[in-house]
């Protein structure tokens, strides 16, 4: 069984770095887990698999503890004192908000057990709107998500599937920054 570990190990770690730190985060931290995952895959030694299943272990225990930070902040609302984004955070935390308000019908809509946050990534920023995308877990494929602030309520326009965006959206939202309310 114990030769089995090194491909469930490798698999685990290409899994979880498909999604994983952006360039500017693996700039500011050399030692993140990239460079944990290639030490990992190049030994072949007792101790150095021991060390990647220990790294691994963190890497999960982050995961779970950045999880629980996630539902922590889903009350989250968008400011309605301003209308424009101050970071691709905000604009997570109110889709986060909006999906886990179990008033709205999409909130049906989503699986949490293939949620992870790095998969988002920042495509637009101006004023009062962003857009997101959202790299599918395994790598291929992908959404995009509009966000546009006016006022008590902000515009969440959906495109399915890298094709639709930015001419085709497959579904317009209205929500009410207040509550994270669906209200169109």
Known sequence: MKKFYPVILL??????????PSEKERAVAPNSNVHESS????????????????????QTQQTVSSTNQQEATSST?????????????????????????????IS???????YNRKCWSLIEQEGN??????????????SYDKFVKD?????????????SYPDSPTKTYTIRNSDNLVVE
Request: charged letters at 20%; a negative charge; glycine letters at 10%.
């Open 11 to 20: 698999t685990g770690i290409i899994l979880l770095g498909a999604c994983g």
């Open 39 to 58: 030490q990992a895959q190049s030994s072949t030694t007792e101790e150095s698999q021991s060390t990647a299943v220990s790294s691994t272990n963190e």
């Open 77 to 105: 609302q968008v400011s309605a004192d301003s209308d424009s984004w101050s970071s691709i955070d905000e604009a997570i935390e109110f889709y986060e908000a909006v999906y886990k308000n179990p008033e709205n019908e």
């Open 108 to 114: 049906k809509n989503i699986l949490w057990d293939n």
């Open 129 to 142: 709107t962003i857009v997101l995308h959202w790299s599918n877990i395994g790598g291929a494929g992908g």
């Open 151 to 163: 006022g008590d309520t902000t515009q969440l326009i959906k495109y399915d599937g890298n094709a």
